[in-house]
């Protein structure tokens, strides 16, 4: 009777530890299962950071953590992705704090990270993530995240099927945007905005439903988009950004010195993404050109700007939260 409690008690603690993301290992030890996702290409500096991290905490836990990540689409748009992270199903989701912890009630004012003409430059906006990442954990704790390993996309311009080479040009034009954020842009800019994930932007350019989208030219060109939009307005209007929330209850549930593991590859991996963003991003400009993009630098960019600037005071509008987020980003230098 004894011994068949045991095997019981045995088998119990097994599928408890599978249950939590965790198995035994031969040797007797726990390893941990940390399934990662993101919605971007793989060939994206984000998507080869992340793959940079997978062999990084690979290697550096030595076997103790079985890291493996899935790219683009493969489990499903950003958000599914989140909600996976949320309920358990993944352990870590690359995302952008304004669309995916954004999108819940309370996180809203994530969405700031990607507001148009507020940050100085990529370099500003590399501090912002790195200072901000507090104030971010404090907001996403809610939800059951935490967030580390900032990384900037890159200026984003608008990449469309017909010519763009000032404000006019916009005019009753239909661009795809992530969240609110970019929606109320297009529609201060005279466009109108259509929201979808980064995974639908290919097959909705090719079938006229928008007529052009905005990113970094490297995130463009990651995946193809140069297939159906012949021309890049160079306008810098906003940088985006991702970070890496972690399941806090899995991350909690490691040992202090795995979890020490995993901090150090995330912030390794946000170097490396650093190194090889900036020159991919003129590496991306150059590919797109000899695709024939026309690419145009917008020379009434201060029209841009004065057309965006009542949105300030619109979102600053929508409750304490977003003022208090907002001015803890502006106060970065």
């Known amino acids: 009777m004894k011994k068949m409690l045991a095997l019981i008690l045995a088998a119990f603690m097994v599928l408890s530890m599978v249950a939590c993301g965790e198995k035994p290992a031969n040797d007797g030890t726990k390893t941990y299962e940390l399934r990662c996702s993101t919605n971007l290409a ?3 500096t984000v998507g080869q950071a992340l793959a940079k991290f997978v062999e990084l905490v690979n290697e550096k836990s030595e076997g103790r953590i079985n890291c493996t990540a899935n790219f683009g689409s493969e489990l499903g748009n950003q958000a599914e992705q989140v909600a996976m992270t949320k309920g358990g199903d993944l352990e870590m989701v690359v995302a952008a704090p304004g669309t995916g912890p ?4 309370g996180c809203e004012q994530l969405m700031l990270f990607e507001f148009p003409f507020l940050f100085k430059d990529n370099d500003h906006y590399r501090r912002v993530l790195k ?4 104030e971010v954990n404090a907001i996403v704790a809610p939800l ?3 967030a580390m390993a900032g990384q900037s996309q890159g200026s984003r311009d608008m990449l469309t099927s017909v010519p763009v080479n000032s404000l006019a040009d916009m005019s009753d034009l239909i661009m795809r945007g992530p969240n609110a954020v970019y929606i109320s842009m297009f529609e201060s800019l005279g466009a109108a905005g259509i929201t979808m994930d980064w995974n639908e932007i290919y097959t909705a350019m090719s079938q006229n439903v928008c007529q052009g989208c905005e990113g970094s030219p490297s995130s463009l060109h990651a995946s193809s988009f140069e297939d ?5 307005a160079i306008t810098n209007h906003i940088i985006a950004c991702t970070y890496y929330f972690f399941n806090t209850e899995w991350l909690n549930s490691l ?7 995993v901090e150090e590859c995330a912030a390794e991996a946000q170097a490396y993404q650093e190194q090889i963003d900036d020159a991919d991003q003129t590496a991306a400009l150059k590919a797109m050109e000899e695709k024939g993009v026309t690419i145009t630098e917008i020379e009434d960019i201060e029209d841009w700007k004065v057309a965006c600037a009542p949105m300030t005071e619109e979102y600053l509008a929508k409750g304490d939260q977003w003022k208090a987020f907002y001015d803890v980003l502006t106060a970065i230098e």
């Open 131 to 134: 200072e901000a990442v507090d």
């Open 255 to 261: 040992p202090e010195d795995l979890r020490a593991v």
């Open 144 to 146: 059951g995240f935490t």
């Open 42 to 44: 793989a060939t994206s």
């Open 102 to 105: 954004g999108a819940y009630e």
């Open 228 to 232: 159906n939009g012949k021309y890049l």
